[in-house]
């Protein structure tokens, strides 16, 4: 098993690109909000998730996860859909302010 990690920022944040004559199904992607719960909710935050096909551009029509918001010390998990990408295909995350998620996708060569 395979894991890719990145702070998702507030611009197009790849995770994973699937290198050439590879392909890879998605196990589990975990978006982890690691700031402290203050109890004010100012440290909560929302993202987006796109899956990118190989020589394509973010659109809204590979847009999969639309503005989830994560608490603060909360973690979204996204394990009962699979997903099976091909050579070139991106999970691409885009965060709003504030920046203070990290994302991690499990996967499996097929």
Known sequence: MSIANATINTTDTIVLTVPA???????????????????????????????????????????????????????????????VLDQGDQIVFVGKSPTNLSATISYLEV
């Open 21 to 83: 004559d590879k392909s890879y199904a998605i196990t589990t992607i975990l978006i982890c909000n690691v700031a402290v719960d203050d109890g004010t909710g100012t440290a909560d935050t929302n993202f987006d998730m796109h899956v990118i096909p190989s020589g394509q551009t973010k659109t809204d029509t590979n847009l999969v996860i639309n503005n989830v918001e994560v608490a603060a010390e909360d973690t979204f998990t996204f394990n009962v859909e699979r997903l």
